[in-house]
């Protein structure tokens, strides 16, 4: 198994393995190279020996604050038993698609379309998303006041879940 491997639990699907890191959809280095059955290793120098193919809107390293982030939502990485050395790489949609060049094998080939796919489906449920939004808009202009109170409990269970955390410091009563 390959050691890079315990930043994220494993995953059923591919949705699963895509985050969403500076507001771009990405997937891990350690989750591809175990996708396309490869050492994180390997498919590190592999990038490397083509990095012209990777600019930054296709791929780009982790800040150590964002590898503490994943680290910490998910499974500790276990520093001292030979865990990674270099801060992980994400990959976009595009830069996913690229790895194909790189990594051409039977597998990665078959790897890189259910991973299109998957990318495909979460743009697909965005979108039902804002529309489901638009209607309601639409639907709240047409009713009366009287479903105000339903259109606004609608709205609270489609918003995302805001973790509120507590505050820090010193405040001054007046």
Request: aromatic residues 8%; glycine residues 6%; hydrophobic residues 40%.
């Amino acid at each position: 198994m390959d050691k890079g491997r315990k930043l994220l639990p494993r995953s059923t699907g591919v949705e699963g393995r895509i985050c969403l890191i500076r507001g771009h959809r990405v997937m891990l280095d350690a989750d591809l190279a175990e996708m396309y059955g490869v050492p994180t290793k390997a498919l590190s120098q592999a990038v490397k020996r083509n990095i012209e193919r990777f600019p930054e809107d296709f791929m780009f390293q982790l800040t150590e604050e964002e590898h503490e982030f994943l680290r910490s939502q998910f499974v500790t990485s276990n520093e001292g038993s030979g865990g990674r050395r270099y801060l992980p790489r994400v990959f976009t949609e595009q830069g996913v698609a690229m790895l194909s060049t790189v990594l051409n094998s039977k597998r990665a080939i078959e790897v890189n379309i259910t991973i299109m796919r998957a990318f495909v489906r979460l743009r697909e449920l965005m979108s039902t998303h804002k529309d489901l939004a638009l209607k309601l808009d639409d639907m709240e202009k047409k009713y009366d006041r009287q479903f105000k109170v339903v259109f606004d409990a609608i709205r609270q269970l489609m918003a995302p879940e805001v973790k509120k955390g507590k505050r820090i410091g010193f405040t001054h009563d007046k």
